[in-house]
C-alpha cells in the first residue's frame, strides 16, 4: 500500500472511526463526543487539502479492490472528486458545530452523530468514487445513513417523511443498478475517465445508450430533486436544522448533482452525448425543474419549507450547465455551482434553525422586524438571500455569471431568458422576507423565545452562519484569485476537452 | 502435522463428529452445550481444513472402509459442496452460541423455567443430528446416501419445530413432518427409477450417464417434486411460514438459514451437473417463473405479516424465489461459474436471515410479543439487535457490497445480456419489496415511546446479541471475499466428470 492509497483511506476512516466510537458512547459523555467530532473532522480537511495539493500536482491517487470479473471498488482522487469532497469535509466541520449547539440537552445524541459521522464518510465515498459500482454503492449508503437522521424525531409526521425518502431514494437506486448494469454489458466494465466510452457504441446501440442515459439520470436525479422526482424533499424538512443543512447543502442533494455531473462528463463524455442528442431532454428537466421550485417557493409561508424548494431550483442550475457539455463556460458555470449553491444554502438553513431554536419562528409571516432581535443571523441570511438572487459581488453572481456566459457562446437566448425569470422569482421570493425583517415591526411576542446569554443566540449557533455568509461573500470577491472554488473548477475544466 | 492435514479422511469428520456428539449430548444432559460448542468449533476447522486440501490438491473422493463404488458408499469435496459447508458450519457456531443465551435466559424464568429446561435437553441431540445430516448431504457423493442423510433432516427439523410445544407450532410441525416425509418419499421412488435405468448409484459414476430415457425424465421429474417439497418453493411453500414462524427461536434459524438449502443445494447439483444434459430450456424457465412468483408473492405476504416472525418466515420464502431465478439464467452467466450467483445468495441469506431470526427472537424475549404495531422504541433497550436486524434487512435488500448484491449484479448482467428483461424486473421488484418489509418493521423500532409504556426486563446476554451482529456483518461484507469465493468455486466443480479420480497419491 503506497502513501497515495493510505491518504484516500484515512480520508475515509477519519469520520468512520469516530463515528463507530461515538454509536459505544454513553449518552451523557457529550465532551468526548464533540471533541471527536471536531478532531474528525478537521483531519479530515487536513487530509483533503494534502490530497488537493497531490491531484494538483498531479499525483495519482488509487485504490482498486477487485470483486468478481468486471466489478470492481475503485476509488480515485481526481480534481473533480476533490471539489466535492472539500466542500463536503468543510461543511461537515461547521454543520458539526452547529449541530452540537443545536441539539445541546435533546435525546438520542450519540446515535445522531454516529449516523452522521457515517453519513459524511458516505459523502466522500461518493466523491471519490472511480467507477458507476463504487458510486451506486456509496449511493446506497448514503440513503441508508441518512434515514434515521430524518426520522431522529421519532414522530408520526417525520416517519412519514422517512418512509418516502426511502421509497424515492430506493426506487432510484433500483433503476442506477439496472442502468450501470446495461451499460456495462453493451461497453464493458469502465472507470470514470474524461474521454467516456467509446464513440463507436454509439452507431451499433444509439437508442439503448439513450435509455440508457435517461435511466442514470433519473437514478440521481431523486436525489438531485429533478422535477417530478422531487417529492420526498420538502416532506423531509420535518428533520432537525442541522440534518436539513445536511441534506440541502453537504451530502444528499449534492451526491445526486455530483451523480449528474459524473455521468455526463466521465461516463458519456461530451462528445458522445451530442452525438446521441439527449442533452436537449436534459436541458429540459433542468429548466421545468428551476422554475417550478421557484413558483413554488413562492406560495411557502413556512420558512424551511421555502428553502426546500429554493434548492431544488438552485441544485437544478448544475444540471443546466451539464447540458451544455460542449461550453466550457457552462460547464464552469454548473460544477462552480455546486460549491456556491452549499455555501450558501447551508447559510440559510443555520439562519432558519437559528430562528425557530431561538424565538420559535417558523413562519415568515412571524418574521417582521426580527432583524432588530438577531441582527447578525439576519445579516447571515440576507448575504445567502442576495447570492441566491445573484447579486454581484456574491458566490451566487459567478455562477450565473458563467451560464448566462456559456449560453450566449451556445446561441442559446432561452437559457438567458430562464436565468433572468429565475432571478427575478428568486429575488420576490427572497426580497420579501429581507424586507419583513430589516424593516417590519415586531407585531406581539416571539412564539417562543429563550433567553441566551450575551449574544442574541449560543455561541455555536451564531459562528457557522456567520462563518459561510463571508465565504458567500469572500469566494465571489476573490473569484478571480489564484485560490478560489472558481479557479479550482478552471482547473478541472482543463483536464476535459470540451 | 503436515501429514495429517494431508490426509483424505478428514473428510469423514463432519459427518461422524456431530453424530457422536449428539449422542453424548443425550447420555450427558448436563454437558451439552460444552459438547456442542467443541463439536461446532471442530467442525468449523475440519471445513476450513477441507478448503485447504481442495486448493491444494483438487476434488478429493474418500470411500468409506476402501470400498470403491459401485458397491462403497463414497464422500466427495468440490467447491460448491465445502463453501456449503463452510456456511454451515460459521452459522453452525453462531447458532450454539445463540442457543446457549436463549435458553439461558429461558430457563432463568422463575415460572417456566422447568419447561425449558426440557426443551433444552432435546434440543442439543437434535441440533446435532441435524448438523450431522446436513454436513452428510453436501458431502455425499452417493444418490441414496443422500436420501439417508434427507431423511436424517427431515425429521431432526421437525422434531426441533415441534420443541416450543404450544399447540400451533405443533400443527405447524406435524405439517412440516408429513410435507418432508412425503418429500422423502417422492425422492426414493425418483431414485428407484433410476437405479432402473441406469443401475448404479454413485454421482461420480453416474455423470454423463444420464441420457434421455422416459425413465430418466421420470426419475428427474421425481426428485424434482421431491426436493421442491422440502425447499418450499411456491406453491408448494404453504407449510414454512407457520413451521418457521412458531419454533423456538434458535431452531426457526436452524430451519431458515440451514435446512432448506440442503435440499436446494441438491436440486442444483442434480439439475446442472447429473441431469444437465437432459434438463431443456423451457423447464429451465419454469422453474425460473415459480421462483418470480415466489419472489413476489413471498414479499407482498411479508409486508403483509403483522408478527415479526412470520414477516421474516415469508421473507424466506420470497428470498428462495431468487435461487430459482437463477435457473433460467446460469447458462448464460458470462465470466462466472455456474455456481456463483446461487452461492452468494445461499451464503447472503443463510448469514442475514440468522441474523434476523435470533434478532427477532431478542425482540420476542425482550418484549414477549412480536406484534409488528407494538414494537416502538426497541431501539433504545437493544441497540446491537436492531443494528443487527438492519444490517441483516440491507443484506438481504441485495445492496452492496452485501453477497447478494454480487448475486444480483450477476443474474442482472445475465438477463440483460441475454435480452430477458422481465427477470431484470422481479429481481429488482423483489428487492423493492424487501426494502418495504425490512424498514416497515425498523420505522417501529426507531419510534421513541411514551416513557410509562417502557418495563423493566432483564437484559439479554452477549450470546443472544452478538453472534447475530456478526453474522449480519458477514453478509454485509460478503462481496469483498468474492474473489476468493469464486476461486474455491472453480475449483473441481467440473471434476465430477472425471470418473475415479483413484483418491490421493
Known amino acids: 500500500m503506497n502513501s497515495g492509497q493510505l491518504l484516500l483511506l484515512s480520508i475515509l476512516l477519519s469520520s468512520f472511526i469516530p463515528g463507530i466510537i461515538i454509536f459505544c458512547l454513553p449518552e451523557e459523555n457529550h465532551r468526548l463526543r464533540t471533541l471527536l467530532n471536531l478532531c474528525g473532522s478537521i483531519v479530515k480537511i487536513s487530509l483533503i487539502l494534502v490530497m488537493n495539493v497531490g491531484i494538483y500536482y498531479g499525483h495519482v491517487f488509487e485504490i482498486r479492490i477487485p470483486l468478481i470479473p468486471g466489478v470492481e471498488l475503485l476509488l480515485n482522487g481526481d480534481p473533480l472528486s476533490a471539489l466535492f469532497a472539500t466542500l463536503s469535509s468543510v461543511l461537515w466541520l461547521l454543520t458539526t458545530i452547529y449541530a452540537v449547539g443545536y441539539l445541546?440537552?435533546?435525546?438520542?445524541?450519540?446515535?445522531?452523530?454516529?449516523?452522521?459521522?457515517?453519513?459524511?464518510?458516505?459523502?466522500?465515498?461518493?466523491?471519490?468514487?472511480?467507477?458507476?459500482?463504487?458510486?451506486?454503492?456509496?449511493?446506497?449508503?448514503?440513503?441508508?445513513?441518512?434515514?434515521?437522521?430524518?426520522?431522529?424525531?421519532?414522530?408520526?409526521?417525520?416517519?412519514?417523511?422517512?418512509?418516502?425518502?426511502?421509497?424515492?431514494?430506493?426506487?432510484?437506486?433500483?433503476?442506477?443498478?439496472?442502468?450501470?448494469?446495461?451499460?456495462?454489458?453493451?461497453?464493458?466494465?469502465?472507470?470514470?475517465?474524461?474521454?467516456?466510452?467509446s464513440p463507436s457504441y454509439i452507431d451499433s446501440h444509439g437508442p439503448v445508450l439513450s435509455l440508457i442515459f435517461c435511466l442514470l439520470i433519473i437514478g440521481v436525479g431523486v436525489k438531485a430533486a429533478l422535477v417530478p422526482l422531487h417529492g420526498w424533499l420538502p416532506q423531509a424538512m420535518v428533520a432537525p436544522a442541522p440534518v436539513s443543512a445536511l441534506l440541502h447543502a453537504v451530502a444528499v442533494v449534492k451526491a445526486g448533482a455530483f451523480g449528474i455531473i459524473r455521468i455526463v462528463l466521465d461516463v458519456f463524455g461530451a462528445q458522445n452525448l451530442l452525438l446521441l442528442g439527449v442533452l436537449p431532454l436534459l436541458a429540459g428537466v433542468a429548466t421545468v425543474t428551476i422554475l417550478y421550485g421557484s413558483v413554488r417557493a413562492l406560495q411557502q409561508d413556512d420558512l424551511k419549507k421555502r428553502l426546500a424548494y429554493s434548492t431544488i431550483s438552485q441544485v437544478s442550475y448544475i444540471a443546466l450547465g451539464m447540458s451544455m457539455v460542449d461550453q466550457p463556460l457552462a460547464v464552469i458555470g454548473g460544477l462552480v455551482h455546486l460549491v456556491h449553491q452549499g455555501l450558501m444554502k447551508i447559510t440559510l438553513f443555520f439562519c432558519a434553525g437559528n430562528l425557530a431554536e431561538t424565538l420559535g419562528i417558523h413562519r415568515i409571516s412571524e418574521m417582521r422586524g426580527v432583524a432588530r432581535r438577531m441582527p447578525l443571523t439576519m445579516a447571515a441570511f440576507s448575504i445567502a438571500a442576495l447570492g441566491m438572487i445573484g447579486i454581484p459581488p456574491t458566490v451566487g453572481f459567478i455562477s450565473k455569471w458563467y451560464l448566462g456566459l456559456g449560453g450566449l457562446a451556445a446561441g442559446n437566448w432561452w437559457l438567458l431568458l430562464v436565468l433572468v425569470v429565475s432571478s427575478l422569482l428568486n429575488a420576490w421570493y427572497f426580497l420579501p422576507i429581507l424586507i419583513k425583517a430589516w424593516f417590519g415591526k415586531q407585531q406581539g411576542e416571539w412564539p417562543a423565545e429563550i433567553a441566551i446569554g450575551r449574544f442574541e443566540t449560543r455561541l455555536m449557533l451564531l459562528v457557522p452562519p456567520l462563518v459561510t455568509a463571508v465565504i458567500v461573500l469572500v469566494a465571489g470577491l476573490v473569484a478571480n484569485a489564484q485560490i478560489s472554488p472558481l479557479a479550482w473548477v478552471r482547473f478541472i475544466v482543463q483536464g476535459y476537452t470540451l | 502435522m503436515i501429514f495429517l492435514a494431508d490426509s483424505p479422511s478428514w473428510m469423514i469428520t463432519p459427518v461422524i463428529l456431530p453424530l457422536i456428539a449428539g449422542l453424548l449430548c443425550f447420555l450427558f444432559s448436563r454437558r451439552t452445550f460444552v459438547i456442542a460448542l467443541i463439536t461446532a468449533l471442530i467442525n468449523l476447522f475440519v471445513a476450513c481444513l477441507l478448503i485447504y486440501q481442495l486448493l491444494v490438491f483438487g476434488t478429493i473422493r474418500y470411500y468409506i472402509g476402501g470400498w470403491r463404488p459401485p458397491i462403497g458408499i463414497s464422500l466427495r469435496t468440490d467447491g460448491p459442496a465445502l463453501l456449503m459447508l463452510l456456511m454451515t458450519a460459521v452459522t453452525g457456531l453462531a447458532i450454539t452460541l445463540y442457543a446457549r443465551g436463549y435458553f439461558s435466559y429461558r430457563i432463568a424464568d422463575p415460572v417456566r423455567g422447568s419447561r425449558h429446561q426440557h426443551q433444552q435437553r432435546y434440543f442439543w441431540p437434535l441440533w446435532m443430528l441435524l448438523l450431522a445430516g446436513l454436513n452428510g448431504l453436501f458431502l455425499s457423493g452417493d444418490i441414496f446416501n443422500l436420501y439417508v442423510t434427507l431423511e436424517l433432516i427431515g425429521i431432526s427439523a421437525a422434531s426441533l419445530a415441534a420443541l416450543s410445544g404450544k399447540p400451533a407450532s405443533q400443527r405447524a410441525s406435524f405439517r412440516y413432518l408429513l410435507i418432508s416425509l412425503l418429500g422423502s418419499l417422492t425422492y426414493l421412488l425418483g431414485i428407484v427409477f433410476f437405479y432402473r435405468t441406469c443401475g448404479v448409484l454413485d454421482l461420480g459414476v453416474l455423470q454423463n450417464t444420464a441420457i434421455n430415457e422416459p425413465g430418466i425424465r421420470a426419475a428427474l421429474a421425481l426428485l424434482t417434486v421431491g426436493l421442491l417439497l422440502k425447499t418450499a418453493l411456491v406453491p408448494l411453500h404453504f407449510w414454512l411460514p407457520p413451521a418457521h414462524a412458531n419454533a423456538l427461536a434458535p431452531v426457526?434459524?436452524?430451519?431458515?438459514?440451514?435446512?432448506?438449502?440442503?435440499?436446494?443445494?441438491?436440486?442444483?447439483?442434480?439439475?446442472?451437473?447429473?441431469?444437465?444434459?437432459?434438463?431443456?430450456?423451457?423447464?429451465?424457465?419454469?422453474?425460473?417463473?415459480?421462483?418470480?412468483?415466489?419472489?413476489?408473492?413471498?414479499?407482498?405476504?411479508?409486508?403483509?405479516?403483522?408478527?415479526?416472525?412470520?414477516?421474516?418466515?415469508?421473507?424466506?420464502?420470497?428470498q428462495l424465489g431468487y435461487l430459482f431465478i437463477a435457473f433460467p439464467l446460469s447458462r448464460t452467466l458470462t465470466g462466472v461459474p455456474v455456481w456463483s450467483a446461487v452461492i452468494f445468495i445461499a451464503l447472503t441469506h443463510a448469514c442475514a436471515k440468522s441474523a434476523m431470526f435470533m434478532a427477532a427472537g431478542n425482540v420476542y424475549l425482550h418484549l414477549g410479543h412480536d406484534r409488528i404495531r407494538n414494537l416502538d422504541g426497541v431501539r433504545a433497550s437493544l441497540p446491537i439487535t436492531v443494528f443487527a436486524y438492519g444490517i441483516a434487512g440491507v443484506s438481504l435488500m441485495g445492496l452492496p457490497p452485501s453477497g447478494a448484491f454480487i448475486a444480483k449484479w450477476m443474474l442482472l448482467t445475465s438477463s440483460i445480456d441475454s435480452s430477458q428483461w422481465w427477470w431484470a424486473l422481479v429481481i429488482m421488484a423483489g428487492s423493492l419489496l424487501a426494502m418495504v418489509y425490512v424498514f416497515r418493521v425498523m420505522s417501529h423500532f426507531f419510534v421513541i415511546p411514551k416513557r410509562e409504556s417502557l418495563k423493566e426486563t432483564t437484559p439479554l446476554s452477549p450470546l443472544l446479541e452478538w453472534p447475530a451482529l456478526i453474522l449480519a456483518l458477514i453478509a454485509l461484507f460478503l462481496s469483498l471475499l468474492a474473489p476468493w469465493l469464486l476461486h474455491i468455486l472453480s475449483q473441481g466443480s467440473t471434476g465430477l466428470a472425471q470418473l475415479f479420480p483413484g483418491g490421493l497419491p
Not at chain 1, 445513513?145 to 430524518?150: G, Q
Open chain 1, 104 to 197: 445541546e440537552g435533546s435525546p438520542n445524541r450519540s446515535h445522531f452523530f454516529g449516523y452522521f459521522s457515517l453519513c459524511v464518510t458516505v459523502t466522500i465515498g461518493i466523491a471519490l468514487a472511480g467507477n458507476l459500482v463504487t458510486f451506486l454503492l456509496f449511493y446506497e449508503m448514503l440513503t441508508l445513513t441518512t434515514y434515521p437522521l430524518v426520522i431522529h424525531r421519532g414522530t408520526e409526521k417525520s416517519l412519514r417523511a422517512g418512509r418516502n425518502y426511502l421509497i424515492y431514494a430506493f426506487g432510484g437506486g433500483a433503476v442506477f443498478l439496472v442502468a450501470v448494469v446495461w451499460l456495462q454489458t453493451i461497453v464493458g466494465p469502465m472507470d470514470f475517465s474524461a474521454a467516456g466510452f
Open chain 2, 252 to 318: 426457526s434459524v436452524i430451519l431458515s438459514a440451514l435446512v432448506v438449502k440442503g435440499s436446494f443445494y441438491l436440486l442444483f447439483r442434480f439439475w446442472f451437473e447429473l441431469f444437465a444434459p437432459i434438463v431443456t430450456t423451457s423447464a429451465l424457465n419454469f422453474m425460473g417463473t415459480l421462483g418470480a412468483i415466489a419472489i413476489l408473492w413471498g414479499g407482498i405476504q411479508a409486508i403483509r405479516q403483522q408478527r415479526l416472525k412470520l414477516m421474516v418466515a415469508y421473507s424466506t420464502v420470497s
